[in-house]
């Protein structure tokens, strides 16, 4: 029996395929343009290594920002629930997540089964999310992929203030007008997010361990200095952007066996 979660998020979308509740067939595409038919391109890829069809599935459940657009779902599901069942999943020992994606960070604190038992968000602006991260690449004119390794080669980071995006990067243009050193700038950033991130988790109980996901997961400099202010280490999944995915997998499945999810 094949089931599919669909995560549809803001710039990457993600899908998984199960058969009898192990991962056959994962993909990670970036989103852009019309979602219905960005939707079916991705669940069609994902697929044709199985010689399989969307008909073919038992059951689909999709979550993220684009959810409600994706035509052949059986449930949509907000990304907390998938996040916290994906993570419970594979690491049942962690109560608290992190996520960093494209346009929303989130703190998520769950039980052994990954059921939510309260979460914050930061939604209203682009500070501390991935798309943050991309406009300060673009503005210092380095790879998105380099910027963690490049925050972590700093022994001076630059004061960087975030409290918006605009203004954050005309500081950091202003900051190599005047030449001061990339990595010291990268490192600055890094640590800006980090602490908009620390200030968004003091509203939750944090309980350990503690799992990071999402885009965000993926940069080292960001990691290390979250675990900084945490003092302790994240547990990081081997593919951070899937987690969402998977949860809504594992929710497909238990739709197909006709259990209730949460």
């Known amino acids: 029996m094949y089931v599919a979660g669909m995560d549809i998020g803001s710039i990457f979308s993600k899908a998984i395929i199960l058969k009898d509740?192990?991962?056959?067939?994962?993909?990670?595409?970036?989103?852009?343009?019309?979602?219905?038919?960005?939707s079916h391109r991705l669940m069609e890829e994902a697929l044709a290594p199985q010689g399989l069809q969307i008909d073919d599935l038992k059951s689909v459940v999709a979550t993220g920002y684009g959810r409600i657009s994706v035509p052949f779902a059986d449930k949509q599901v907000t990304e907390i629930s998938c996040f916290g069942r994906g993570v419970a999943n594979s690491?049942?020992?962690?109560?608290?997540?992190?996520?960093i994606g494209g346009q929303d960070s989130k703190g998520?604190?769950?039980d052994e089964r990954g059921k939510v038992q309260d979460?914050?968000?930061?939604?209203?602006?682009?500070?501390?999310?991935?798309r943050f991260l991309e406009v300060m690449?673009?503005?210092l004119e380095v790879s998105l992929?380099?910027?963690?390794?490049?925050?972590?080669?700093?022994?001076?980071?630059?004061?960087?203030?975030?409290?918006?995006?605009?203004?954050a990067e005309s500081q950091v243009i202003s900051l190599v007008g005047e030449g001061r050193r990339k990595v010291d700038i990268v490192a600055g950033i890094h640590q800006a997010i980090a602490e908009r991130i620390h200030g968004m988790l003091r509203m939750l109980r944090i309980e350990e361990r503690i799992a990071i996901t999402g885009g965000g997961a993926k940069n080292i400099g960001l990691?290390?200095?979250?675990?900084?202010?945490?003092g302790t280490e994240l547990i990081v999944p081997e593919e951070p952007q899937l987690i969402g995915a998977h949860g809504a997998a594992l929710l497909a499945?238990?739709?197909?066996?006709?259990?209730?999810?949460?």
């Open 21 to 38: 509740g192990q991962v056959v067939a994962s993909l990670i595409k970036r989103t852009g343009g019309e979602i219905k038919a960005i």
């Open 91 to 99: 690491f049942p020992e962690v109560r608290t997540v992190i996520d």
């Open 108 to 110: 998520i604190k769950i």
């Open 119 to 130: 979460f914050v968000m930061n939604d209203k602006c682009a500070a501390g999310t991935g």
């Open 137 to 139: 690449a673009n503005a």
């Open 145 to 167: 992929e380099d910027m963690g390794p490049l925050a972590l080669q700093s022994g001076s980071p630059e004061e960087i203030g975030i409290t918006c995006t605009v203004f």
């Open 223 to 230: 990691v290390k200095e979250l675990e900084k202010r945490l």
């Open 253 to 262: 499945l238990e739709m197909a066996l006709g259990r209730k999810g949460s």
